[in-house]
């Protein structure tokens, strides 16, 4: 079997001092896809890898997304 290789990529989705109190699921997906996009233009190597996982995690009033990648 080939080996599967694997990416990580962190980045902002929402912060409490640039966005409103209040965030909706709908507002959530939105953000979160526009987050895979703005990975991808950063990563432009990420072109043979798909979308595996996403994990949040909140750091310093923070919303981060955590995209694992693999090919």
Request: glycine content about 8%; proline content about 3%.
């Amino acid at each position: 079997m080939g080996e599967e290789t694997k990416r990580h990529v962190v980045l902002p989705v929402w912060s409490e001092r640039s966005s409103s109190c209040t965030l909706s699921v709908e507002g959530l997906i939105g953000r979160l896809q526009r987050v895979v996009r703005q990975a991808r233009v950063q990563h432009p190597d990420l072109a043979d890898y798909r979308l595996h996982d996403v994990h949040l995690r909140i750091e310093g009033g923070e919303l981060r997304a955590v995209l694992d990648f693999r090919k």
